[in-house]
């Protein structure tokens, strides 16, 4: 069963691009959490560098166009942005040496941390980039 799944009504931001990708992100993320409760933890380092890669590019899409567009909101969102990217890249670290597991509470932190984040810091961003 998916931990998340995109709908306009819950996710939307009504810029075409940007929901999108948060619809792959949401796939990567299910998909790390299907193999992070499963019986082989060597299929979760692939999909956590998968999900962290289109993160990153995800991140330089929005930041370009908050730029491009002139948003006001550009510098706090771009900070919480930078926030996120430096969890994931030292978890990914720490992964990879054999110093942290990825868990479905791993996967679930980062579905909540989506539940807050598209709904309060993306959706107001809409009028400034389809303006």
């Known amino acids: 069963m998916a931990l998340i799944t995109w709908t306009a009504a819950q996710y939307g931001t009504k810029v075409e ?4 990708q948060h619809k792959t992100l949401f796939g990567l993320l299910n998909e790390l959490h299907e193999v992070a409760g499963g019986d082989d933890p060597r299929a979760i380092g692939p999909k956590l560098d998968a999900l962290i890669s289109f993160v990153v590019e995800h991140f330089k899409t929005e930041e370009k166009l908050m730029q ?5 909101g550009y510098a706090a969102h ?10 994931c890249a030292d ?8 110093q942290a597991e990825v868990t479905q509470d791993t ?25």
């Open 17 to 20: 691009i940007c929901d999108d």
């Open 68 to 72: 491009e567009k002139g948003y006001s």
């Open 78 to 87: 771009k900070a919480e942005h930078d926030k996120l990217v430096a969890a």
């Open 91 to 98: 978890l990914q670290a720490k992964f990879h040496a054999g």
């Open 107 to 131: 996967t679930k932190f980062v579905k909540s941390w989506l539940d807050s984040h598209i709904p309060t810091v993306h959706m107001p961003y809409e009028p400034a980039l389809n303006g």
